[in-house]
């Protein structure tokens, strides 16, 4: 850890009285998953600076100040001196502050929360936005999405009297850098069984899109001895060629990786690491809806730990039938997940929840997305099967085909279910024989 400033220490950039850089009046507004904006027009270090200090009237209004605050950010530009500004107002309220010493995933945040018992999180990133997009996300005390109700408080406490470091009991806040990756790492792959991932001996490609899970994958998978490859992990803010989300056409070239080096899937998360995508082993996309249905019906299979099923409203009703086939509650929610996080906080059991964006969390890990353990569950899936991703997904799919003729004896629906969507042009899993499938989900189903 290292002092960046506080009693007795140099100031870098502590905000003062008198600043020359006067707040702009700007709306920020905290939507499904924090504040975004566009660098240097409305997130700028003034702005940034009010939200941080919005955060800090919350930590004292409803949480333990002493149990201090954490802040990271993504490869975005200036995100490293975004995350110092924030750091720097909340220190100012008071609040003893750990500051990323680099680059650091949102899940990773999220996990030291809770593992250190901190009063709240601040992330700076944009997530999947174009590359001139920045944001702030903040994580409650529990390590987690915050809810709804608490984003709207922190909105409402924006341009509210600055809580100065010397109203304290106890003195003023301080800034200490912290690496969060060692343990964060540690415990995502204790949530998994790596021995079966390495006897599996699979090939994969991983695409990390420019963002902050560059390493973490690649790293474990070279522990294990697995043969790997990793695309555009290094650091480049303008995100060339994508913007970091995973889907199409942003993973055209992760499919082209998968097909040309004969990997077993490629596994891909977006900017901040929360988000999941994948590429089966012939090229072709595993969307969102898909990688939920094969992670819920593994779970379901293989661990069997207890608790409900929860999706958003918008994603694939293949869950509301696996849900029913296992015996177990399927909740339907808003988009975000923050509902998901507000679940578990009432006390539901969750098994495992999400939305159609990819992002899917278990919370008996932490009630969090987190785009790399689901890298490494969709794995051990495929280990624990000995199957390829493609073939989990078919599988899954005639056998949802199969419950909803059961259910409605609608022999359309179960054609419906199971077609092949046509190929369209040259696909990239070509040069390997495998037919272009898309899950085909009526409403009848």
Same mark, same amino acid.
């Given at each position: 850890?290292?002092?960046?400033?506080?009693?007795?220490?140099?100031?870098?950039?502590?905000?003062?009285?008198?600043?020359?850089?006067?707040?702009?009046?700007?709306?920020?507004?905290?939507?499904?998953?924090?504040?975004?904006?566009?660098?240097?027009?409305?997130?700028?270090?003034? =702005?940034?600076?009010?939200?941080?200090?919005?955060?800090?009237?919350?930590?004292?209004? =409803?949480?333990?100040?002493?149990?201090?605050?954490?802040?990271?950010?993504?490869?975005?530009?200036?995100?490293?001196?975004?995350?110092?500004?924030?750091?720097?107002?909340?220190?100012?309220?008071?609040?003893?502050?750990?500051?990323?010493?680099?680059?650091?995933?949102?899940?990773?945040?999220?996990?030291?929360? /809770?593992?250190?018992?901190?009063?709240?999180?601040?992330?700076?990133?944009?997530?999947?936005?174009?590359?001139?997009?920045?944001?702030?996300?903040?994580?409650?005390?529990?390590?987690?999405?915050?809810?709804?109700?608490?984003?709207?408080?922190?909105?409402?406490?924006?341009?509210?009297?600055?809580?100065?470091?010397?109203?304290?009991?106890?003195?003023?806040?301080?800034?200490?850098?912290?690496?969060?990756?060692?343990?964060?790492?540690?415990?995502?792959?204790?949530?998994?069984?790596?021995?079966?991932?390495?006897?599996?001996?699979?090939?994969?490609?991983?695409?990390?899109?420019?963002?902050?899970?560059?390493?973490?994958?690649?790293?474990?998978?070279?522990?294990?001895?697995?043969?790997?490859?990793?695309?555009?992990?290094?650091?480049?803010?303008?995100?060339?060629?994508? =913007?970091?989300?995973?889907?199409?056409?942003?993973?055209?070239?992760?499919?082209?990786?998968?097909?040309?080096?004969?990997?077993?899937?490629?596994?891909?998360?977006?900017?901040?690491?929360?988000?999941?995508?994948?590429?089966?082993?012939?090229?072709?996309?595993?969307?969102?809806?898909?990688?939920?249905?094969?992670?819920?019906?593994?779970?379901?299979?293989?661990?069997?730990?207890?608790?409900?099923?929860?999706?958003?409203?918008?994603?694939?009703?293949?869950?509301? /039938?696996?849900?029913?086939?296992?015996?177990?509650?399927?909740?339907?929610?808003?988009?975000?997940?923050?509902?998901?996080?507000?679940?578990?906080?009432?006390?539901?059991?969750?098994?495992?929840?999400?939305?159609?964006?990819?992002?899917?969390?278990?919370?008996?890990?932490?009630?969090?997305?987190?785009?790399?353990?689901?890298?490494?569950?969709?794995?051990?899936?495929?280990?624990?099967?000995?199957?390829?991703?493609?073939?989990?997904?078919?599988?899954?799919?005639?056998?949802?085909?199969?419950?909803?003729?059961?259910?409605?004896?609608?022999?359309?629906?179960?054609?419906?279910?199971?077609?092949?969507?046509?190929?369209?042009?040259?696909?990239?899993?070509?040069?390997?024989?495998?037919? /272009?499938?898309?899950?085909?989900?009526?409403?009848?189903?």
């Amino acid at each position: 850890m290292r002092a960046c400033w506080g009693p007795g220490l140099p100031l870098r950039s502590r905000p003062q009285n008198g600043s020359t850089l006067k707040p702009d009046r700007q709306q920020i507004h905290f939507g499904t998953d924090g504040w975004r904006g566009i660098i240097a027009d409305d997130f700028t270090y003034a =702005n940034v600076r009010r939200a941080a200090r919005a955060v800090a009237a919350y930590i004292h209004r =409803n949480e333990d100040p002493s149990r201090g605050a954490l802040v990271a950010y993504d490869t975005r530009f200036g995100s490293q001196r975004f995350a110092a500004v924030a750091a720097e107002a909340i220190a100012a309220s008071g609040i003893r502050v750990q500051l990323a010493s680099r680059i650091t995933p949102t899940p990773a945040l999220s996990y030291m929360v /809770r593992k250190l018992g901190a009063a709240g999180g601040v992330m700076i990133t944009s997530s999947h936005n174009p590359w001139n997009w920045n944001g702030l996300k903040f994580k409650a005390s529990y390590g987690g999405a915050a809810s709804p109700a608490i984003m709207k408080e922190i909105e409402a406490l924006i341009d509210s009297a600055p809580i100065e470091a010397s109203s304290i009991q106890g003195g003023g806040g301080s800034v200490i850098e912290t690496d969060f990756l060692p343990d964060y790492i540690d415990a995502i792959k204790s949530f998994v069984d790596l021995q079966a991932i390495a006897r599996a001996k699979q090939k994969f490609a991983i695409d990390v899109m420019y963002g902050t899970g560059r390493g973490i994958l690649a790293g474990i998978f070279r522990e294990l001895g697995l043969e790997h490859l990793e695309l555009h992990g290094e650091v480049n803010p303008l995100f060339p060629g994508m =913007n970091p989300e995973p889907i199409l056409p942003h993973l055209r070239e992760l499919q082209q990786a998968v097909v040309a080096q004969r990997c077993a899937a490629g596994l891909a998360t977006d900017g901040d690491a929360d988000r999941i995508g994948a590429v089966d082993e012939n090229g072709e996309l595993v969307d969102a809806n898909k990688i939920f249905c094969v992670l819920a019906e593994w779970l379901l299979k293989r661990r069997q730990w207890p608790g409900a099923i929860t999706r958003a409203f918008n994603t694939t009703r293949m869950l509301d /039938r696996i849900a029913r086939a296992h015996g177990r509650e399927l909740i339907e929610h808003g988009v975000g997940f923050k509902h998901v996080a507000a679940l578990v906080m009432e006390g539901k059991e969750v098994l495992i929840g999400g939305e159609e964006s990819g992002g899917i969390g278990v919370p008996r890990f932490l009630p969090e997305r987190d785009g790399t353990l689901n890298a490494l569950l969709l794995a051990n899936a495929m280990a624990d099967e000995r199957k390829p991703l493609g073939v989990l997904v078919e599988e899954l799919q005639q056998k949802s085909a199969r419950l909803a003729l059961g259910q409605r004896g609608n022999a359309e629906c179960l054609a419906a279910c199971c077609r092949q969507a046509r190929p369209t042009g040259a696909s990239p899993g070509a040069s390997r024989g495998g037919p /272009r499938r898309d899950e085909v989900l009526p409403r009848c189903a």
